[in-house]
């Protein structure tokens, strides 16, 4: 069994699961400590580095952390990490002095961004302190891209956006807004230094089933749909809507619909309620709404009779999986007819490129998207640059957001006549002890054993009812800091020091989760991981975690501890006699470059 | 400093025949200094009192006064305890003893309570044979009362204070080997592989056991010339033979090689498997025992494990033919008769 490597960070962030799965590695435990000292606007400039949109985020994000929250391993529900990104958002102070200042003189090198959507304004937010210029063209009359145009302002208030679009653009963006870029051989003529493009997955999939064609005034795409809502070319719906699909798209079209008046509001899916692609909160709220959902039931027919278009027709349908989980699904025979006068298809969307000419050298794959180094986001022009939904088809604000970092990067290599990939800068840390006396730390360590907090919002018969007023509340700051309190500090480390420990098995004796453990090795019949993980207090371990392996002790026992469970609640520290146990806080001076 | 140590538990920790985890068996948090051996010895019962699946409420911690003593309060909260005067948990225990042979009796002291004011307390309780399991932590000093050298204390070393320790160390298995033990062993608190079998199978024992625990001060007796420090402990520790403890159910799979390994059969049916490290190990002679304990201290090493064990050796209640049902549980009438059975007692010595 190899001994952990703990000169780089590496083990210490897989260990912040929160922040690992965070595809922009927000720091989450230093930001909720941060709220629960109520220091709001410490805890929205952490944020604000990170994720460049903690009150957008802090609605809307599809929330990869809390899945992996290591509260879920010791009781059932995580932390509410989004929405505590929210309560910082809510109560900062005005932040425009904790804003970088951007240099009067330039660097001369020019940036051009296709597309206002997160992932080009990350771009630019990373670009501008370090003196680029840069010069964004966007369609649309404003910034945003998908946040504005298919994002309903009853979950995302425009004013919201628009703060947090501003701290941006007031940096000194040259905006050309209305511009839509119609070929990129043009603008590589222009003089840029490197181009990002940020366009987006604007393309909605339509369901070509029988009647289509007839049926066609009474389908829309979705996302178009949701488009002309925002834009306000759409202010009403019929009374019998039809939703087809089941993600994200489908439960944003059925609550628009009720808002614009729809009473029979219908969203069928072909698989099972549980696997739905949509978040549990979307659906849960949805439900709460009012809406059906009508799980295990596949489209099969626009109908339309006597000329006029009745609804759509259904047959039902069984999921089965196989061992690798793989999904079939098996017609029942029975089917049904949904009336409706309108269809919405959220069945899914695409990249579009018409305007990439395919003869200047930049490569597409099978599937027309770009040729892309995952880690660079470099194209195969060196110096063209994909991020966000353009680059690999759509998935969400965070991970356009990520992208934007490492795209930045990128682009700040290249312009310096760097390798993209070489000379990428590795991130520095730090641990940092946060002992304060003999048995005091400067964070909570004792364990909140409280259940999960939930936001408060308007009432479900008044929110139906209109179209852009925010449903949820959030929290107010009572629960605000219950909720932060729930956090475990995952960041702290027990970082081990093998050369003072005197194994008196202190703190494998006080540790309340099992984690730690003093093993004997035999040189002989140890020689595989599996001999030394049967000596341990618990067995049965999270093959996906990690294990803390120290170098022989004086004794030759190696001490190892499980981190799987860890409450990092100190007291294994507390309870050392030599200070061979510290807690000590991860600091990652560039977080964009832990983005791999 | 955290005064509450969360009742989060880890999700896939094993439960015993009576369902419950070993978290059931802890007591209160710990109020002892960080790193002291009393502790570990704290863990390894907690880890003891679990395997057996003891029901908490059929025990009873008996205790005097010092660091060890306080000890009880640190596991089983869920079971009967007195803390008694210092040195005098023997008698107490005793008087209990009496009064409910039913409890299992696990009393924890340290080597000021039991070789200082209580040595004959000790010596007593021992020559009684009361069934109990009597388990000494053995630092060398009074930690309590800041460190004074204790009588078990090696003469010749010095405290932290820079006393002398003039005269030769009481040996508490020595003694107990010598007044009629019927099970006697020394361990270390830090080799709780050692020590939780042993504290199984003493506690499965029917008779008066005894466990000696080298269980460094961790504050006023682990400096560079002490014999009780963890560094000294684990350089000249050293044992015969290694013990493992059988529950009754358990099916032995591994066969027991006649020369190296001997099985014991304790009372209630669970056995006490020895493999042997020295040729010579043996468990039945208490003669030996005591001189192999002195030879190896005196070649400077600490010598643990299983010294004696008489699996069928009578005890308190054998000896005195005393009522298999309680006393407690006895009605008054039965417990004080009358006098129509006293004059026939009177009459019986005339
Ligand atoms: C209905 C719906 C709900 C969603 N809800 C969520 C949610 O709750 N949480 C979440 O995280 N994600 C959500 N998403 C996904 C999220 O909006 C996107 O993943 C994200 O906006 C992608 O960012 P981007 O910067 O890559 O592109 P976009 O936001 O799509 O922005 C691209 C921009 O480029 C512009 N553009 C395109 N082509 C050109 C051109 N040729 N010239 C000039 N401009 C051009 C477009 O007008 C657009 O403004 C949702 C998506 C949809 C459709
Ligand atoms: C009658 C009486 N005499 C003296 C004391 C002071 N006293 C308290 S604890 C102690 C010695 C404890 O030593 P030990 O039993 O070895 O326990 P340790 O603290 O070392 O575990 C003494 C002398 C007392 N409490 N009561
Ligand atoms: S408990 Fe806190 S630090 Fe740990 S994973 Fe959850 S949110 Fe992150
Ligand atoms: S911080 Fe230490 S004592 Fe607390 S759970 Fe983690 S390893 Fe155990
Ligand atoms: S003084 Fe010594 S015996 Fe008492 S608690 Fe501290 S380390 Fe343990
Ligand atoms: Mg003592």
């Known amino acids: 069994m190899k001994n952990t490597d703990t000169s780089s960070y590496q083990h210490f962030l897989k260990v912040v699961d929160c922040q690992h799965a965070c595809p922009a590695h927000t720091p989450v435990p230093e930001y909720i400590r941060l709220i629960a000292e109520k ?90 302190p370090l003196g680029y210029e840069v010069v964004l063209y966007e369609r649309d009359a404003k910034a945003g891209g998908m946040m504005r145009s298919q994002i309903p302002a009853f979950r995302l208030p425009e004013t919201v956006l628009d703060e947090e679009l501003n701290y941006i653009l007031q940096m000194g963006v040259e905006c050309h807004f209305g511009e839509e870029i119609t070929s990129l051989a043009k603008l590589l003529q222009a003089k840029f230094d490197a181009i990002f493009i940020g366009t987006g997955a604007p393309s909605g999939r339509w369901l070509e089933i029988p009647g289509h064609d007839l049926a066609s005034d009474h389908i829309k795409v979705g996302i178009n749909w949701l488009a002309n809502v925002s834009f306000k070319h759409t202010e009403e719906a019929p009374k019998r809507v039809v939703v087809l699909g089941g993600g994200n798209t489908a439960m944003d079209c059925c609550r628009t619909a009720k808002r614009l008046g729809a009473s029979e509001v219908n969203v069928l899916v072909r698989s099972s309620f549980d696997a739905m692609k949509a978040s549990p909160w979307e659906k849960a709220d949805a439900q709460a709404e009012g809406i059906t959902i009508t799980p295990d039931h596949s489209p099969i027919e626009y109908v339309i009779s006597g000329g006029k278009f009745i609804g759509v027709r259904f047959e039902k349908v069984a999921s089965s999986y196989d061992e690798h989980g793989k999904r079939t699904l098996r017609a029942t025979g029975e089917t049904i007819l949904v009336e409706c006068d309108l269809v919405l298809v959220a069945v899914g969307q695409d990249t579009a490129f018409p305007w990439i000419e395919r003869d200047i050298g930049l490569k597409f794959n099978k599937w027309q998207q770009p040729t892309l180094n995952k880690e660079t986001l470099q194209s195969s022009l060196a110096q063209v640059f994909f991020g966000g939904d353009a680059a690999f088809g759509p998935e969400n604000i965070i991970t356009a957001v990520a992208n934007g ?60 009812k209109q179209l852009n007023t925010e449903v949820e509340l959030g929290f107010d700051e009572k629960l605000a800091l219950e909720e932060a309190h729930r956090c475990l500090n995952c960041d702290v480390h027990t970082v081990f020091n093998e050369n003072t420990c005197i194994e008196c098995s202190a703190c494998d004796d006080i540790c309340p989760m099992d984690c730690i453990n003093f093993v004997d090795v035999d040189q002989h019949s140890d020689k595989n991981a599996e001999q030394i993980i049967d000596k341990l207090r618990v067995k049965e371990i999270n093959p996906q975690q990690e294990l803390l392996v120290s170098p022989a002790l004086k004794t030759g026992r190696i001490m190892i501890k499980d981190e799987d469970v860890c409450l990092h609640c100190g007291l294994c520290a507390e309870r050392c006699p030599t200070g061979a146990w510290d807690m000590k806080k991860l600091m990652i001076d560039n977080i964009g470059a832990t983005i791999k | 400093m955290s005064y509450q140590k969360s009742s989060f538990y880890h999700p896939r920790l094993p439960v015993n025949d009576l369902g419950l985890t070993y978290r059931d068996y802890e ?68 008087g209990a003893n009496l009064a409910n042979r039913d409890l299992t009796y696990l009393a924890m002291s340290g080597d000021g309570d039991s070789a200082s004011i209580g040595l004959g307390q000790f010596a007593h309780v021992v020559r009684r044979q009361l069934n109990m399991l009597y388990v000494v932590a053995n630092n060398g000093v009074y930690g309590l009362t800041k460190g004074q050298l204790a009588a078990t204390a090696d003469k010749g070393v010095t405290n932290k204070g820079g006393e002398l320790s003039l005269f030769s160390d009481i040996d508490l298995c020595v003694m107990a080997l010598q007044l009629g033990a019927t099970f006697v062993a020394r361990s270390f608190s830090g080799d709780k592989k050692q020590l939780v079998p042993l504290i199984k199978a003493a506690m499965s024992h029917q008779g008066f056991a005894f466990i000696d625990i080298v269980s460094p001060c961790v504050t006023f007796n682990n400096h560079a010339s002490s014999t009780r420090s963890y560094d000294y402990v684990h350089e000249h520790i050293t044992t015969a033979a290694v013990t493992d403890f059988i529950p009754v159910k358990t099916e032995i799979t591994s066969d027991c090689q006649a020369g190296v390994c001997e099985d014991i059969c304790l009372h209630d049916g669970s056995l006490m498997r020895i493999h042997k490290l020295q040729a010579d190990y043996d468990t039945k002679n208490a003669m030996k025992a005591i001189n192999d304990i002195e030879s190896h201290k005196q070649k400077g090493e600490i010598l643990t494990g299983l010294f004696y064990l008489d699996p069928n050796g009578e005890s308190f209640h054998d000896v005195n033919n005393s009522s298999d049902t309680p006393l407690n549980q006895l009605k008054q009438e039965v417990l004080c008769p009358g006098n129509r059975v006293l004059s026939s007692i009177n009459d019986s010595f005339r």
């Open chain 1, 405 to 464: 970092h490492q795209a930045a990067i990128s682009i700040d290599l290249f312009c310096q006549g760097k390798d993209t990939q070489q000379d990428r800068p590795e991130a520095g840390f730090n641990l940092v002890s946060q002992k304060m006396g003999i048995h005091d730390w400067s964070y909570q360590s004792g364990i909140s054993h409280e259940q999960r907090h939930q936001v408060p919002h308007i009432a479900w018969e008044e929110a139906v």
């Open chain 1, 39 to 128: 220091r709001y606007t410490e805890a929205y400039m952490i944020n604000w580095q990170s994720n460049v949109f903690p009150g957008v985020l802090g609605r809307v994000c599809d929330r990869p952390c809390e899945p992996a929250c290591r509260r879920t391993r010791v009781e059932a529900e995580p932390v509410a990490i989004c929405r505590l990104k929210r309560v910082a958002s809510d109560y900062k102070e005005d932040i425009y002095s904790y804003l970088p200042s951007i240099p009067q003189q330039k660097n001369t090198k020019r940036i051009a961004l296709i597309g206002a959507g997160p992932a080009s304004l990350t771009v630019a937010r990373d670009l501008l």
């Open chain 2, 27 to 94: 007591g209160a948090l710990s109020t002892l200094c960080a790193g002291c051996g009393h502790d570990a010895i704290t863990s390894a019962i907690v880890q003891a009192c679990f395997e057996l699946s003891l029901p908490p409420h059929q025990v009873a911690k008996m205790s005097g006064i010092g660091c060890s003593s306080k000890a009880p309060n640190y596991f089983l909260n869920k079971s009967h305890g007195f803390n008694s005067v210092h040195g005098r948990m023997p008698s107490v225990t005793t």
